[in-house]
């Protein structure tokens, strides 16, 4: 269990999202991408792992984000890569949703990836 003072929670007003759109946030020194598809809403990290490219400036399609500079893509779900040149998964986190809001937890310290767990929506 984290403690209140190493974590970080964004809020996410829905109304600003329509299925298949993605928005990033920032939470301390990341980028948070939050995606809602039709499975739900998921949060990942924004970097590639591969040379660091924005995947908010990619592409969404159900729940694979594809990297605008080199074309890797990953799981939303998980972060899990499946298409390289990227090897490493991209973290993902927690979801709360109630309605129309929803917050993304996003531990400060201790995140090696994948480390979050698996992002997931609680209805
Ligand atoms: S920076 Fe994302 S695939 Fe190269």
């Known amino acids: 269990m984290s403690e209140p003072d190493r974590e970080l929670t964004i809020e996410v007003d829905l109304r600003d999202l329509r299925v298949g759109e993605m928005i990033a946030r920032s939470a301390g020194d990341r980028t948070i991408l939050i995606c809602l598809t039709r499975?739900?809403?998921?949060?990942?990290?924004?970097?590639?792992?591969?040379?660091?490219?924005?995947?908010?400036?990619?592409?969404?399609?159900?729940?694979?984000?594809?990297?605008?500079?080199?074309?890797?893509?990953?799981?939303?779900?998980?972060?899990?890569?499946?298409?390289?040149?990227?090897?490493?998964?991209?973290?993902s986190y927690p979801v709360r949703r109630d309605g129309a809001r929803a917050w993304v937890t996003v531990p400060l310290e201790g995140t090696g990836a994948g480390a979050a767990g698996r992002g997931a929506v609680i209805d």
């Open 39 to 91: 499975e739900g809403l998921f949060a990942v990290d924004d970097e590639c792992t591969h040379a660091e490219a924005h995947l908010c400036e990619g592409r969404l399609r159900g729940l694979r984000v594809t990297c605008p500079l080199h074309g890797a893509a990953f799981d939303v779900r998980s972060g899990a890569v499946l298409k390289g040149p990227a090897r490493q998964p991209i973290r």
